[in-house]
Structure formats: C-alpha cells, structure tokens
C-alpha cells in the first residue's frame, strides 16, 4: 500500500518547530488503494491517483508525494523586477526558520494567498506567517488560502438598459445562482452566489453556482439570463454585453440631472429639451434649471407621473430602448401641446441620458411636432452629452466571510483578531488588494478582483470557493493576539522554502509587479501610523 502522504509534511518538522496538536495526525486510511495518497488540504480528502491532480486541481500526486500545483503568488513593490516566471522553492532543513528576530529589512516582496495553499482542519496554522521588517518595524502577514463557504460576488453593470425586474432570479446554465438586486446611480446590480446557492439548493446548482463564482472572480465572462428580462454577458473590467449587443456608456445622469448640466448649453438652440430616462425624464423648460433661465413655458404634457416641477417618473416601462425605457419612438411619451401655450415653430429636442438617441422636432402650424434633421449646433451639445458619459463596465467585487474557523490559522484565540481587525491593527488584503472589512461583526471582506492577481479564486466540491486572503500587522500585536509565533518565519526563509507544512512537497513560486493602482500592503497607513 503506498504510504499516506499529506499536506502538512509533519514527518519532516522538528517536533519542537511545530504546533503540538498537529502530532495528533489522521491515521492511515487503510482501504486507500495502493498507488494514491490522499490529500487532506480540505474536507473533501481525495484519494490521488500517480500523475492525477485531485478533486480541485490544486493538488496532484507526483510520484506519491502530493504537491500544490500552481506557484504561490508574490508581489514585488518595484514593478520592473517582477518578471512572473515561476522559481522553485529550495528545500532547506528543517526547523532553520530564520524566525521572526531574522526579519530583513522591507525587500519590497509580499506573499500573497494565491496558491499559498490551505491547512485543513483549521486548527493548524496559516501555511505562511512571514516576519519581515517594514521603515524599521517588525512586522508579520498570517497567508492563506480561504475556503469560503459564505461568500459572494456583487456586480455592478454600467448601463441604463433594463436588464431584469428587482428580486428576479439570475440563472447561469439554467440553474438559478442569485438575483438582481437594488440599482445605484446608472448601474444595475446583481448579487450572485452565496451560500443559499452553493449548498442549499440542489447539487447541480450547487456546482453551478461555483464554477460561476470562480471564474467571475478569475475575471472571465459569465453568461447570465436574468428571469423576464435580459441575457447579459459579465466581466471583470469589460463592457456588458445586453442581448448580444455590447453596451459601451454609462448614463451621464438621470434625465433631471441631465438637464440641469446641459441647460445652458441648450439655452436660445431649443425651445424645449425632453431627457428620457427610465427613472426621472426631465422636461427643460419646467425644471427649475429652465426657470433660472427665464425660458417660457412650452406646453409639452409628459406621461407619467409628475414628481416636481420638469421631472417625471415612469413615462414608459424599462427596457432597452431610449433612456433605458422600452419606447424606441421618443414622441410616445408626450401626450400633447397645451395650445394656448405652444406655438408653431417651437424647437424640440428629444435625447437619451446617454446622447446614442436624439432627434429633432419642429411644431407645425396645428401644433403638430414634425421630425427635422439635428442642427449642427445641437448635436454639438448631444455629442457632449456622449463625451460625458463613462465608460460602461463591469464591476466585480468579492464578499466572503472570513470570521469564522480561518482564524484559528492566525491566532489561537479568534475573537483577537477580529478585534484587533476592528481596531485597524490588522490590514486585510486578498492577494494584495486592499479588502473593504465591513462595520458590525465578523470579517466580512469585500475586495474588487480586478486589483487581484489573475487566477485568484478556485474552487473545492464542498462546494465552497478557494480565494487569497492575507492578515498584516506589527510582530508586537501578532503576539498580543495569540498569533501562532511557533510558525513565524522570516521572509527570507519563506522565499527560499516555502511554507511551514511544505517541507519536501516541490511547488514553485511567481513573482509578480504589484499593481500601482494598490497601497502596499505593508505601507504607512493604517499599520505604521
Ligand atoms: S478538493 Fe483539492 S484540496 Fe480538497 S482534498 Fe481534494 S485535492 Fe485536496
């Protein structure tokens, strides 16, 4: 029978090095069959077959010893030395830990989570708990690999286009894996995954929901079909795609808003200037943008319901059509000209929050509006409205629970770290980018995966979802915490063999530029003061 090989590597630790509980190890599964070994990085304990990777593909049997696959992710703060090629790690004897007194000065490296790999079951430390000094202070990053079973993605999708009722099911492959959520200002909202969708549904959905999160999170693009509404392709960091056409503005404003930036500019070219919007269509010479400039009343009666003066909710139903309604001929939504008001000739433009729909109206002498071609001067204004206007893009932002057993991997007295989080003593990051910690209790961690490295997130078939996640603090208050300082190594231990539990196991690891658009993890603020 082929020995059972695991993560932890204990075999090779100096019993004095490593934390006393880990030498009450699982004994030997003896119905394994002879020629796999059995990984026990998460609950799932696959049995690996020679030349196979396990259940995740995080893992693989080389030759009976269990490796990680994919390197472990470093961040170099001097962008032009990071070259992203993968480095071995060197095996060096064990219990040679540098220790946290052999701290170097700030290298301007971090260890990030990505591939750093996980300890299962939690009571183990994190797999790297890096000593290293940053302008004089002694500092330490408790790394890991989550598995985040709560845990989810918000999206926010630039555009006006309707994409789908609040509250309506967003499916992926058929399986429901979350819903559209409250709208902001010229975005629609999805909240997707979650825990209700990975474990308490059915199995399908569950792994569904999963290979969704990972490469939502892994910023690949997503096909979603949003229940009486829209299908919308969603990346990271790209356009959405709205039943197939590929959105490319935001709206500069709603229709109110719209009015009150470009009043004077349509001031003396336009009589009248009607902005349809899906949430406020605003009316020139009503607004009070039109009364500060004197303009006269023009006697336009807009459907829908009037909020305040020259703003108007619900003047059509949602889609994808002018303003993010579903009208796709702009005169439906006036319903008629007072006649003691109007009079023949009046100049009306009609446009969109966006400026992509605009035309060009002239009353007739029965008051009747009659489309005439954009004069130059106007659809210089139209134009700007355009130019106003932001890109429209996908924003992707992970939300994951980190205040439950992932603690016990930092100190052996949990609610510390919370506290001490809570307390900003602690800077939280995932694989570098700077983690939002929500107010209340818990960790609840929210980050942008576009300021994380590429191929961030995995998952296992619990299912849960595998993503980087790295604690930073002063090597005073890691001790004051009950930090694990049995594991504490210094960086440069760490560069040249890897994690505490590796010892043996070959993996790489890959130096990559840290974004400038990132703080330094290990920077000034909140941490050195
Ligand atoms: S799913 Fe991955 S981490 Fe979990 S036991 Fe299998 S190979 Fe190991």
Known sequence: MTEHTRTDGLPA???GQGPP???RARPRNERMAAGKIECNACPVLCQISTGKSGACDRYANADGVLVRVDPVVLLDRAAALGDGAVVPFLVRPSGDTGGPEAASEDRGLFVTGVGASTTYPDYK???FVVASRADGVDMVTVVTEGIFSYCSFRVKIDTDRYLGPEQANVRCNGEVVGHVTTAEYGSQMLSLGGVHHLTGGSKKEGRVTCEMMASLGNKSAVEL???GGTRVVVQAGRAPVVDGVEE???RVGCGSATVGIFAKQFHGLADEVVVVDDHITGVLSQHQAGRCLDMRASGVRIRGRRSTPGRYFQVANPGTGWGGTDILDPMSIVEGWDAGTAWPG?????????GEHAEWFVLDDALVPRREPLPDAVARVVSRIGDNCEPSLCTVLFVGGAGGSLRAGVTENPVMLTRSIKASLVNVTCGGAPAYVWPGGGITVMVDVARMPDRSFGTVPTPAIVAPIEFSMRLDDYRALGGHMEVVRSLDDALARGAWHRDGAPTGRRIDATLPE?????GRAPLLG
């Open 346 to 354: 009046l100049r009306l433009l009609m446009v969109s929050t966006t």
């Open 21 to 23: 509980v880990l030498e």
């Open 518 to 522: 990132n703080p330094w993890p290990l």
């Open 225 to 227: 079909d949003i229940d």
């Open 248 to 250: 490319a503005r935001m």
């Open 125 to 127: 430390p994190a797999p």
């Open 13 to 15: 630790l100096d019993p």
